[in-house]
């Protein structure tokens, strides 16, 4: 017999686990991989199962929407589809509204309940994962919720690829030059890895479309990128960072430390230091906050929101439950440092998965845990086609050296071999035949055509004006 059918038999654990994952994201899919892979034996034998729930049935790779907003990926690359990945779990596309611990329940919504009306249903676990990420910081700028645009989903990214090409579009067919000035001025605001890539990367792709329009010059367009603190991407240490301004400058982005953006109503980006621009674009990348589903669990959380944690990856005093990545607050092991607390990033969300996923199978055969700890080898950002920043054990890359560490690191990573190619064999391609600089916004109203010719309503876009005044 077995170590787990004696534990079962002396009533140490159920029958079967049920082992219920909130999240499909870096955490959600690495520790659902990781646990199909460590309780192979269990799941056939039917003593453990493993639940699933994300939001959408696929997997974000993140630090790839740059270079989808660009057009380097094509976004159908940039996810990893979660039922090919995990075979062996029950992949369920809905998303958890509530979590009672002490029972043991999820409130789970999913489209069926949606459909048919009723709702969320409750899902029993003896195991869960709580990975639900982060979600925008946002601040109460007037105008933000109208004009803002985010950057965290593909959705977002591919959006904000077509309405930049679509601004320029504008500009090129206009005669009224304010509508043209305020089409040409993109505002970033957040110079974290988020907001430097999205800008480094669109304005490299609009300096390279603008040789296709006869009457755009590349310095006729205004990229700022605005920062509350005195500098941009923190994760890749003061001095790079200082490099990252002067690159950002030296293409004529007006980078302003130390600035806030005040507010955006009708059109028009204000920043603290006083300055106007009549804009179109305003890009809110200013860092994240813990998803709110956190608050509705009965499980202790730091003031910073986010789930208190221990080193090996268990809710402090809530036997069960267990968290990674940006929901939780995960004791920083390594740093030395009482208090300290792992930075919310892909490199530590990936490898707390590992631990998470090998500690739950550990708990089910009553071995003991592993402790997280991983100290930061460095960091790597690109700013467009051949530009980049890195800090690899200490050594500081930039140019074309950083962009190669940049795409070889995040080749290495992203999910899945089949990925791997893929990505690869659109770099490849995108070498040799330059970036595609098409804008499908008409993707986002796919039925528009058809229902102007059955001649009903066609969707309304939000009223535009084109000199800033909604
Ligand atoms: C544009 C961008 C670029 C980035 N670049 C880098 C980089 O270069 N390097 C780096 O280290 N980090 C980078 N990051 C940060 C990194 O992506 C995150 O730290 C990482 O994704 C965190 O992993 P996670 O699993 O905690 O959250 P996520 O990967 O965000 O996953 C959260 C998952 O939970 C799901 N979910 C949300 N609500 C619910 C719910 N109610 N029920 C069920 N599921 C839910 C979401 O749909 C998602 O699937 C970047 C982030 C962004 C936005």
């Known amino acids: 017999m077995d170590k787990h059918k004696r534990r079962v038999r002396h009533g140490m654990v159920k029958e079967r686990a049920r082992i219920l994952v909130v999240g499909g994201g870096y955490v959600g899919m690495y520790t659902a991989l990781r646990l199909q892979r460590k309780l192979k034996g269990e799941l056939r034998r039917g003593e453990a199962e493993i639940t699933v729930v994300a939001p959408d049935p696929y997997m974000t790779y993140q630090p790839f929407l740059p270079e989808a907003a660009a057009g380097s990926i094509s976004p159908r690359h940039v996810v990893v589809p979660l039922r090919r990945v995990l075979d062996r779990c029950r992949v369920l596309v809905g998303e958890a509204e509530s979590v009672d611990h002490a029972h043991r329940t999820a409130a789970v919504t999913t489209l069926a309940t949606e459909e048919e009306g009723r709702g969320a249903h409750r899902m029993p676990y003896d195991e ?145 230091d006083g300055s106007r621009f009549p804009t179109r674009t305003v890009v809110w990348t200013a860092g994240v906050r813990p998803h709110p589903l956190l608050a509705a669990t009965d499980l202790p959380r730091t003031g910073q929101g986010r789930l208190e944690c221990t080193p090996q990856l268990t809710v402090e005093g809530a036997p069960h439950a267990w968290a990674a990545g940006d929901a939780a607050a995960v004791p920083d092991v390594t740093a030395g440092v009482p208090g300290r607390t792992c930075a919310p990033n892909a490199q530590h969300a990936l490898r707390q998965a590992r631990v998470l996923g090998d500690n739950i199978a550990h708990a089910l055969r009553g071995e003991p845990l592993e402790t997280y700890a991983h100290r930061s080898a460095g960091s790597v950002a690109s700013l467009g086609f051949h530009r980049g920043v890195a800090q690899i054990r200490g050594r500081r890359l930039t140019g074309y050296p950083a962009w190669f560490v940049h795409r070889a690191y995040h080749l290495s990573r992203v999910p899945t071999v089949n990925r791997k190619a893929r990505v690869l064999a659109e770099w490849m391609l995108s070498g040799l035949f330059q970036r595609e600089i098409v804008s499908l916004g008409s993707l986002e109203h796919p039925r528009a055509e058809f229902e102007r010719a059955a001649g009903g309503i066609p969707p309304q876009e939000p009223p535009r004006n084109p000199k800033g005044s909604s």
Not at 153 to 172: C, F, K, P
Not at 193 to 214: F, K, P, Q, T, W
Request: charged content about 30%; hydrophobic content about 40%; some cysteine.
């Open 128 to 272: 869960i994962v709580l990975a639900p990420g982060s979600v925008s910081r946002t601040l109460p700028v007037p105008g933000l919720a109208d004009h803002g645009i985010g950057f965290r989903t593909v959705e977002e990214a591919i959006g904000l690829r077509n309405h930049v090409i679509e601004q320029m579009d504008i500009a090129s067919s206009t005669r009224d030059p304010a509508l043209r000035d305020a089409a040409l001025t993109f505002v970033f605001v957040g110079g974290g890895y988020a907001g430097v890539e999205a800008l480094g990367e669109l304005e490299d792709m609009a300096r390279y479309a603008a040789r296709s329009y006869h009457n755009i010059e590349p310095d006729d367009m205004k990229w700022i990128l605005v920062e509350a603190s005195g500098r941009v991407l923190p994760e890749v240490g003061e001095e790079l960072g200082r490099r990252t301004v002067t690159e950002l400058r030296r293409r004529n982005i007006d980078v302003r430390l130390r600035t806030r953006l005040e507010s955006c109503a009708d059109r028009v980006a204000v920043l603290s």
